[in-house]
């Protein structure tokens, strides 16, 4: 079954798609650039979506629905934002079909034009500002803090399942403040949940920053965001917290009467993850063997087979087992079916990523221990069966703690500080991921970089500090180092 | 507060648009037909969903996500799908917005047109049959048993929130199955399900059952439905179940191989609730005083308020409370805020149906008691502080019960047997309900005394008996009763 991968060596990005489609997680539809998240995929998302959903509640938020559809002269009501944004999108122009008077099948009905075309949302500032300003009056009404779990559309030229899709699933957090130090520390603490999420349930590492002032969400005055390092070497942007200001305020009339009852523009954050966090997820941990998922966001954490078929005695001595994992809240399968041979169930399982395979035959039970095999390291050991769960759970925790230190040790080789263009350019070729370099702050020699060699300011870390030093490209002064690299 | 609600004897569609307005459950969008869910009636929402997420992976069935676009020719395929269906949809036509060479704004960029045109899905039979093609091989891979969360559109005319909007979201189950056997036990399962569902947890009485042919879902070879009956008199379509024969197996050439390697087409069910049923909830619960929501799916069960005003002592035996209420797994909250005045914050709970609420003052705590109001009778008693988590529990309890018997009672004061159109068209003027009456088993039948009474056959019911009579309207010989009634 393993032979069925592409090796990452040979090509990682038909590795990546073999990973995909072998392990069940996604497959393209009928309809260009749309995905469809197959039930194993969609059952690793609604993990990373139940934890995230919790984090965002314990902090106050809560969640809400908006419409699909946004009227198209919203879009341009917010200069910045339909600048930068929106452009390729899916417009609905009409509201009927009707039969084809000269045959077969349905036609688009002329007579049901709309009046204003509706575009499908790509993102939901404007919508939601324009609702914001029925629920603001004063500010008792602050903050609000709302998100919403919904699909998207962005009219996707180049698509890559998870990666880039033209319709994709994600959350959007939409908040209104009656400062700019609380809606700053909105974002700021949005970002932060984010990179919790990264690395302690997704085992990813993450670079908090913010962006340069080019690689800004349309609309924003500033945009947090994680950045994580994939196998290949390269980045991707795994999350993105958006302060505002004033803009979309302004550009929908969002008022409130502060406590001295003057007037004031609300201000604004808002900040998603996507289905895009599934890419990030495979790409930084899954092997030549398949998919390889953090204990955490399993949605099934250990398999349990029997050697070589199930019967009475190995169904009992399972049954006891998972009795103790699952008063653990380990979530545990037991793989009775007969027809299926226990070599090919070891290779489905690892091309899954389950954490944890326990095998159980008549001889292990006779000597009282099972065959423990966890899918990180493909390490095995024979485990005595007294206190197996409590082993068990130790390995989860241990399995958890190695994925983060893996990805953690590679982002550690493959993060290089340069000096010059020659250098840059040598490590973008030869080695890959994170470049520290001296940058001059300017837009027009940020894409000039971005021109000679594909690689992108992914951020300015927020921890940054004061170092003197000269922009790699123009040789002006530059007083901090920014991470650079080659991004999906 | 409560003066701001339309009462139900005056006006019971004002009533009921009040009490979504006034207890923040959805509003009106910008956007014709849509609506936008608020964060408390989302909470609603939200509890209904994990309900029944739980139920639906309890009997074996898996989530996953198909596009929510659909090739306009999938819909004609199936001929009596498109035939009582999918012709009011929105139909997306481009992918590109420009700057409007004229001024200001943006316009759709006419060389953006698709070579075939998407339809924003009105329901998923189409593509996600277009998809099973692919999934399903052999009888090894059956029964498929997924579901969909998701958001879909039809472009309703006359929108009225939660019961009838352009874009709702809902669950739809898809599933594949061997034998016509097994998808009609799925079909019926499901049934059953909804209806566990309505009365366990909303509260709402059903009647199980089977819709005539007229009323059956497009593509449809039976249609199960459970039937609700509102205060005001008028059934209210809660959720169906679809067997669908080979009918769509047939239309995307869905075919698996059996034990005998024989290839034979697939068989399907579908099935779906939607936001519909917070219609319903409210419908069936409310008073004068505004939203009653069960226990069950309340997201706050119970508030506490400080008379007047928080202080150490009251916040001591609160804390002291809410940790014993939350022990038990209750939900609570302590409305702390200073600003407003106990009157108030009674009137706005009760607005929001919260189902229990405690009050605690300085006097109270001195003899040891607390006020217990309960929302659905109003009546108010003194109990001891000493046990109180226990006394909630019990009340909480009740109040689930009593809520589903008054609805009980309702709809048995509400249900009448006629044998004459005279009969029938009386009790549809004064009274009201179902109405069990004879029918001739026609469709011209059916569609007449529509025609004359507004009146459809909400369905036959699962348990129907065998009595011989003459149809109300022609005469004919009937061999039992179907139930009539208005509805939603």
């Known amino acids: 079954m393993a032979k069925e991968i592409t090796s990452r ?9 073999d990973i995909v489609k072998k392990a069940n997680l996604a497959q393209n ?46 879009l341009s009501k917010e200069a910045a934002h339909i600048e930068g944004f929106a452009k390729e999108c899916a417009v609905v122009t009409h509201h009927r079909l009707m039969n084809d008077p000269n045959g077969e099948g349905v036609i688009v009905d002329p007579t049901s034009k709309l009046e204003e075309e509706l575009i499908v949302r790509p993102t939901s500032e404007t919508i939601i500002w324009n609702t914001y300003r029925d629920w603001i009056n004063s500010y008792r009404d602050l903050p ?22 033209a319709e994709f699933l994600w959350q959007e957090g939409h908040t ?20 919790t999420f990264a690395e302690e349930y997704m085992a990813v590492p993450v670079i908090r920053g913010f962006k340069s002032e080019n690689e800004r969400f349309a609309g924003a005055v500033d945009t947090f965001t994680i950045e994580a390092l994939m196998q290949d070497g390269k ?4 999350g993105t917290s958006h302060f505002l200001g004033q803009n979309f305020a302004k550009a929908f009339d969002v008022k409130f009467l502060n406590e001295n009852q003057k007037s004031e523009y609300v201000w604004a954050t808002s900040w998603g993850v996507s289905t895009r966090l599934m890419g990030a997820l495979i790409m930084t941990h899954s092997d030549d063997e398949g998919l390889v998922v953090p204990p955490k966001l399993a949605s099934t954490q250990v ?4 050697i070589p078929k199930p019967n009475d005695e190995i169904d009992t001595a399972v049954e006891k087992i998972m009795t103790e994992l699952k008063a653990k809240g380990i979530t545990v399968k037991y793989d009775q079916d007969k027809k299926k041979r226990p070599g090919f169930k070891f290779a489905e399982y690892e091309m899954h990523g389950i954490p944890v395979r326990l095998a159980i035959g008549k001889r292990d039970l006779a000597n009282g221990v099972v065959e423990v095999a966890r899918r990180d390291t493909k390490e095995k050991s024979s485990q005595p069966l007294e206190g197996i769960a409590d082993h068990v759970e130790q390995l989860l925790e241990d399995i958890q703690n190695n994925l983060f230190q893996r990805a953690l040790d590679h982002r550690a080789a493959h993060t290089s500080h340069v000096d010059t263009m020659e250098e840059f350019q040598d490590v973008l070729e030869n080695k890959g991921g994170f470049i520290y370099a001296h940058w001059d702050g300017t837009v027009e020699t940020e894409k000039k970089i971005k021109e000679l060699t594909k690689a992108t300011i992914r951020c300015i870390p927020n921890d940054w500090t004061e170092e003197e030093g000269k922009c790699i490209l123009t040789g002006n002064p530059s007083n901090r180092r920014v991470v650079f690299a080659k991004a999906y």
Chains 1, 2 share one sequence.
């Open 9 to 17: 060596e040979e090509d990682y990005s038909q590795w990546y798609l």
């Open 29 to 74: 539809s009928a309809v260009r650039g749309c995905m469809v998240i197959k039930p194993y995929g969609f059952s690793i998302w609604e993990k990373m979506q139940g934890q995230l959903d919790k984090m965002f509640k314990e902090t106050g938020h809560q969640n809400a629905y908006f419409p699909i559809f946004i009227p198209k002269s919203f």
């Open 144 to 165: 609000l803090l709302i998100n919403q779990w919904c699909n998207v559309v962005r009219w996707e030229m180049r698509t890559r399942l998870f990666l880039r899709t």
């Open 176 to 195: 209104a403040h009656a400062t700019k130090e609380e809606a700053i520390a909105e974002t700021k603490q949005m970002q932060e949940i984010y990179a």
């Open 235 to 238: 980045a991707l942007q795994a």
């Open 303 to 306: 398999v349990i087979i029997p």
